[in-house]
C-alpha cells in the first residue's frame, strides 16, 4: 500500500497514463484524496430518496444540499458529458474518435483490421465488437494484456483526450466535487476500472490548479 505522500505527488505530478498505472484503483488510500464518501448501495439510494422527499427537495438541490453537508454523493458516470459514450470528439495517437467506448471497441479489433479506424470514429454502425477470444491487442505496435494496467493506461489517455478537447466536460467533471465516481460495470472491465480512476486524477489536477 502506497504511503499517502508518494501517492499524492503521484497523482499530482504524473502523467495521468503513468499515474493510473502505478495505483490500484480499488487502493483505499485514495479516499480523501481523490474522493470523499464511498460508493453508494441500494440501502443508501432508498435512504437518500427518502430523506429528499422528507426535505421537499428535487434531485440537483438535493444534491447541491449534500455538497453544503459534506457529504458528496457517489457518483456514476452515464449520461452526457461524462458518459463513456457520450459524444465527445477527440483525437489519440492520431486516430479520430466519437467517444472513449467507441475507442475501448476499436481496440478489440486486430491492429491491421481496416474497420479499426471506422469504429473510433463511430461510422462503423457496430456499437459492440467482439474480440474472438483474444487476450490481447496491439496498440501502436505495442502488445497489451487485456484488463491490465497498461490497458488502463491507454483509456487514461483517452479520458484526458476528451476532456482536453470539450471544455463543456471539463466543467461537469468539477461539478461532481469530491464524490466517487464509477460506473454500473466497474470492477469488470478495463473500462470501468480505469476510466472512473482517470476522472478522478484529472479533475484533482483541474481543482488544483484553481486554488
Not at 437518500?48 to 440537483?60: F, M, N, S, V, W
Request: charged share 25%; proline share 5%.
Amino acid at each position: 500500500m502506497a504511503s499517502e505522500r508518494p501517492l499524492r505527488e503521484l497523482v499530482r505530478s504524473r502523467g495521468v497514463d503513468d499515474a493510473c498505472r502505478a495505483i490500484d484503483p480499488d487502493e483505499r488510500q485514495l479516499e480523501g484524496l481523490l474522493y470523499e464518501g464511498r460508493r453508494a448501495t441500494v440501502g443508501d439510494a432508498r435512504a437518500a430518496e427518502l430523506e429528499a422527499r422528507t426535505l421537499k427537495l428535487g434531485p440537483a438541490e438535493y444534491a447541491a444540499w449534500r455538497v453544503q453537508q459534506r457529504r458528496p454523493l457517489a457518483h456514476m458516470i452515464s449520461g452526457a458529458p461524462l458518459s463513456s459514450e457520450s459524444p465527445a470528439q477527440f483525437v489519440l495517437d492520431g486516430v479520430v474518435c466519437r467517444s472513449v467506448w467507441s475507442f475501448y471497441q476499436c481496440l478489440k479489433l486486430q491492429e491491421t483490421d481496416p474497420s479499426r479506424a471506422a469504429v473510433a470514429a463511430g461510422t462503423s454502425g457496430r456499437r459492440r465488437v467482439g474480440t474472438g477470444g483474444r487476450r490481447s491487442f496491439r496498440w501502436r505496435g505495442q502488445e497489451i494484456a487485456v484488463g491490465s494496467p497498461e490497458h488502463g493506461a491507454l483509456i487514461a489517455r483517452a479520458t484526458e483526450a476528451k476532456l482536453l478537447a470539450h471544455p463543456h466536460v471539463r466543467q461537469a467533471l468539477l461539478a461532481t466535487g469530491m464524490s466517487l465516481l464509477y460506473m454500473g460495470q466497474a470492477g469488470v472491465t478495463a473500462l470501468g476500472r480505469y476510466m472512473p480512476l482517470a476522472l478522478m486524477v484529472l479533475r484533482f489536477r483541474l481543482q488544483q490548479r484553481m486554488m
